[in-house]
């Protein structure tokens, strides 16, 4: 099993960045398909972006724009980076994988490993 471990988490202003890390073991990690998550205090995790084996990105329409998913295979490691932060965007964010084909990008059951998770504050 991949284990993930993210970090870059803060507290910013509103319009600051952060670029948010994810590393990963486990051999397999240039193959499997990459994804972020976020879970708002009280709310339902939500899919924020993923990234296919070969670099193809995928975004919510809520952060379209202003985030930025990349990956490096050498360094079993994929980013966020993530400008114009906004207060909405505070959320426990977390990294996972999918080990196996995935069909729907944004369903969290679709991924097979998850990281802990590192907090996002955006303050007004």
């Known amino acids: 099993q991949v284990q993930l471990v993210e970090s870059g988490g803060g507290l910013v202003q509103a319009g600051d960045s952060l670029r948010l890390s994810c590393a990963a073991s486990g051999r397999t990690f240039s193959s499997n398909y990459m994804g972020w998550f976020r879970q708002p205090l009280g709310k339902g995790r939500e899919f924020v972006a993923g990234?296919?084996?070969?670099?193809?990105?995928a975004y919510a329409a809520s952060v379209k724009g202003r985030f930025t998913i990349s990956r490096d295979n050498a360094k079993n490691t994929v980013y966020l980076q993530m400008n114009s932060l906004k207060p909405e965007d505070t959320a426990v964010y977390f990294c996972a994988t999918a080990t196996g084909p995935i069909v729907i990008v944004v369903d969290p059951s679709q991924y097979d490993s998850w990281g802990q998770g590192t907090q996002v504050t955006v303050s007004s």
């Open positions: 990234i296919s084996r070969d670099g193809r990105p």
